[in-house]
T-cell receptor, first 113, second 118 residues
Framework: QQQVKQSPQSLIVQKGGISIINCAYE??????FPWYQQFPGKGPALLIA?????SEKKEGRFTISFNKSAKQFSLHIMDSQPGDSATYFC????????????FGTGTRLKVLA | GAVVSQHPSRVICKSGTSVKIECRSL??????MFWYRQFPKKSLMLMAT?????????EQGVEKDKFLINHASLTLSTLTVTSAHPEDSSFYIC??????????????FGPGTRLTVT
């Protein structure tokens, strides 16, 4: 119940295209869903996050779509650029206790120039 | 923005020795710090949650006597890998939550420490 499933494992997109990464969770008590970007040898950096009372959130080229009934959320990267090539992790968190994160398995994105 | 640093960024140690990794919140006070381990091309695995002034809470399967965590101040947490072995080689990442925004979910991540045990 604590797992967050992420797909696809890897993704190749042409420059200017849309990258879509999906995550699904089981625990309906999760109430915060961030997406992180990680470059090789670096720590993860927050891209965008959403709470379950909102179905969509957009920040620049990054959009989270959230489907509470399906217990799924996704990251859309519009106008993908070679500099977006990185590993992306979704996560879920609970407000009770320590606010710890449960991370998805990660998606390696490669944007071709 | 909130900055978290880790020291050292890379460390190589011999099997059987202990190594300490520091995690510091530079411009905020952290009520809670988290320690993660990441194997190559894998996800972040939470090892333990560290609260200032109290004992760390370890995740299932993580040996607390192997991975000693100390959170002595609101800006510093340390992870000591005791009697390190080659299988402890990994990328260790810490994160911190801001004390002033205690209801915020956001964790600020450090740049990670690459540990290699020979």
């Amino acid at each position: 119940q604590q797992q967050v499933k992420q797909s696809p494992q890897s993704l190749i997109v042409q420059k200017g295209g849309i990258s879509i990464i999906n995550c699904a969770y089981e625990n309906t008590a999760f109430d915060y869903f961030p997406w992180y970007q990680q470059f090789p040898g670096k720590g993860p950096a927050l891209l965008i996050a959403i709470r379950p009372d909102v179905s969509e959130k957009k920040e620049g080229r990054f959009t989270i779509s959230f489907n509470k009934s399906a217990k799924q959320f996704s990251l859309h990267i519009m106008d993908s650029q070679p500099g977006d090539s990185a590993t992306y992790f979704c996560a879920a968190s609970l407000s009770s206790g320590t606010y710890k994160y449960i991370f998805g398995t990660g998606t390696r994105l490669k944007v071709l120039a | 923005g909130a900055v978290v640093s880790q020291h050292p960024s890379r460390v190589i140690c011999k099997s059987g020795t202990s190594v300490k990794i520091e995690c510091r919140s530079l411009d905020f006070q952290a009520t809670t710090m988290f320690w993660y381990r990441q194997f190559p091309k894998k996800s972040l695995m939470l090892m333990a949650t560290s609260n200032e002034g109290s004992k760390a809470t370890y995740e299932q399967g993580v040996e607390k006597d192997k991975f000693l965590i100390n959170h002595a101040s609101l800006t510093l947490s340390t992870l000591t890998v005791t009697s390190a072995h080659p299988e402890d080689s990994s990328f260790y990442i810490c994160s911190a939550r801001d004390r002033l925004t205690s209801s915020s979910y956001e964790q600020y991540f450090g740049p990670g420490t690459r540990l290699t045990v020979t």
